[in-house]
């Protein structure tokens, strides 16, 4: 090749589409950059595996020479409590009451006393933090049913209304608050309550009981309360009802001893007691007028809290009241009680806490046998030979029930077509009444209404101190009864009551007098007025009202 033609092919150069010089070694060099890339990325993936398989080995070594028995230690969280009350600071216990208008010049009837419309306690105000509608069982449901059962008939329907808390449901809660509303209760009676309960709880003895004699004893404020009295009983008597009624107090406004309140300190102190002095056979007292006090507390206790330790006592204590039952001769069923072992004689005042025993006692869930029936049969046959119409005495057969008043005596013997002489003319109206309603009669029927006209017309207080013994049964009675009686009876005591107690002077503070509230045998003392007065300003919420049927169930 030539000279001239090497120069040629020198200067001619290899042009793209767009006529721009193409570089011969572009190639060359692309190919050098991706090798060098390569072996960027190669180096990396290479890099990442050695340190996941260093970390994978480190993990593995942890592992395996670990302590398996070593434990995490647990995380502690430290609360901050509140800040201590200060020195002289006392919680504040309001109490708010009305004015002490204690004697009051009333007619009987209804149809003078103007009816209550309106209640001063609204539902949204309450004084105790537990307040709330509770869970724990108050009561067997079958007991609020106003139906027949097993025979007890309408005797279990007392309560009725308390909806699925149960018999006792209305004592707590949301509860008390609409019975207090309903029934016609205040403010005033509702503080009086608490403050007769806190006289208690100062009272109480440090074995658990009341003492009918030295409660006051047991007070640190001053002025003391005078000493009370055992009225020709025992002490082992009186005081076994004592404390068998304090403890039917706090139970009425909802305290057990199990649910978490002010007052359940005291409330299982009263209940350890009853179970120390509880003899091996049920026997609590000696008489049957304090042991079916004291099961009636241990009764309701159970039902509120089915606690299992209190099921054994309160049973054996229900087995005696019906073993003590008074037997008719010809009828092979039960009657009445007398104070001791069964008789011929008839108590209405020990036949009447007997009965309610027994109805705490079903509602719990206890066994009570066909014993109701054989109160049916004292009820009617000494109700009957009480009004048979010779001696001026009304004849039950001829009774309006709107207009005539009926009697019932305090004795009456097995077999008897009368009444028993004597001691026996005392009308015990009041207790015939309260057991007609525990034994199923409803309004409009005769024996509960023509009793009620008789209480209303001659037992209606107009001041105290009057009849607590009578005024207890027939608040509990007349409430039942329900109507323009209840709105009377409780226009008058419920405001009596509020403004007789005591207020303010010390060891005295929250409770009744107790002189001129005569009864035979119950001039014990202030702890037997203040038991009295405090369960009938616990009316409204202790047992709801039955269902107002009319006649007999």
Same mark, same amino acid.
């Given at each position: ?149 097993? /025979?007890? $008939? %309408?005797?279990?329907?007392?309560? &009725?209304?308390? !909806?699925? +808390? ?6 707590? #809660? ?57 009225? /020709?009983? $025992? %002490?082992?008597?009186?005081?076994? &009802?004592?404390? !068998?009624? +304090? ?6 406004? #909802? ?299």
């Amino acid at each position: 090749m030539s000279q001239d033609d090497q120069d040629q092919d020198q200067g001619e150069q290899l042009l793209d589409e767009n006529g721009n010089p193409i570089d011969p070694n572009a190639e060359e060099q692309q190919e050098e950059e991706g090798a060098h890339k390569y072996a960027g990325i190669i180096s990396w993936v290479v890099s990442g595996a050695l340190h996941a398989t260093a970390l994978l080995l480190a993990g593995t070594i942890y592992f395996l020479t670990a302590d398996p028995e070593q434990e995490i230690p647990p995380v502690r969280v430290t609360s901050i409590p509140p800040p201590p009350m200060k020195k002289d600071e006392k919680p504040k216990e309001e109490r708010e009451l009305l004015d002490p208008k204690v004697v009051l010049d009333i007619e009987s009837k209804s149809d003078v006393v103007a009816p209550i419309t309106q209640l001063d306690l609204p539902d949204e105000q309450s004084s105790r933090e537990e307040e709330n509608d509770s869970p724990v069982p108050k009561g067997r449901e079958e007991a609020v049913a106003d139906s027949e059962m097993g /025979g007890q $008939g %309408a005797f279990m329907a007392i309560g &009725a209304g308390g !909806g699925s +808390a149960g018999m006792f449901g209305s004592r707590t #809660g949301g509860g008390r608050k609409r019975a207090v509303g309903r029934g016609g209760g205040s403010k005033g009676s509702e503080s009086a309550v608490d403050a007769a309960l806190r006289w208690f709880k100062k009272h109480q003895s440090p074995n658990g009981m009341w003492d009918a004699e030295k409660y006051f004893q047991n007070c640190t404020e001053d002025p003391k309360c005078e000493p009370g009295s055992l009225a /020709g009983h $025992g %002490a082992d008597e009186v005081n076994v &009802a004592m404390t !068998g009624y +304090a403890l039917l107090c706090f139970l009425g406004a #909802g305290y057990d001893h199990k649910t978490p309140n002010k007052y359940k300190p005291v409330v299982k102190k009263g209940i350890d007691y009853l179970l120390s002095v509880q003899a091996p056979d049920g026997l609590l007292g000696k008489r049957n007028y304090e042991h079916p006090v004291a099961v009636m507390a241990l009764a309701e206790a159970y039902a509120m809290t089915s606690d299992p330790d209190l099921r054994k006592p309160a049973q054996t204590g229900v087995d005696m009241i019906v073993q003590r039952q008074n037997q008719d001769k010809t009828g092979g069923y039960g009657l009445g009680w007398d104070y001791g072992r069964p008789s011929q004689r008839n108590d209405a005042s020990v036949t009447g806490w007997n009965v309610m025993a027994l109805k705490s006692a079903y509602a719990g869930g206890l066994s009570v046998g066909n014993s109701m029936e054989g109160c049916k049969q004292w009820l009617e046959q000494a109700w009957k030979a009480n009004n048979d119409g010779k001696g001026g005495r009304p004849d039950w057969q001829k009774l309006d029930p709107y207009k005539d008043k009926s009697l019932f005596s305090y004795c009456w013997t097995s077999g008897a077509k009368e009444f028993a002489e004597g001691f026996g003319h005392q009308n015990m109206a009041p207790v015939g009444m309260v057991c007609a309603v525990f034994l199923g009669h409803r309004a409009g029927d005769t024996m509960l209404e023509t009793l009620a006209n008789y209480v209303m017309e001659k037992q209606t207080p107009r001041a105290y101190p009057c009849n607590t013994y009578y005024m207890y049964y027939n608040t509990l009675g007349v409430f039942q009864v329900g109507g323009e009686k209840w709105k009377t009876w409780n226009s008058v005591v419920r405001d009596m009551l509020v403004g007789a107690q005591r207020k303010g002077d010390g060891c005295f503070d929250g409770s009744w007098n107790w002189e001129g509230t005569g009864f035979h045998g119950h001039s014990v003392g202030r702890v037997l007025s203040t038991a009295y007065n405090t369960l009938c300003l616990e009316v409204y919420y202790r047992y709801a009202q039955v269902q107002q049927a009319a006649g007999k169930k």
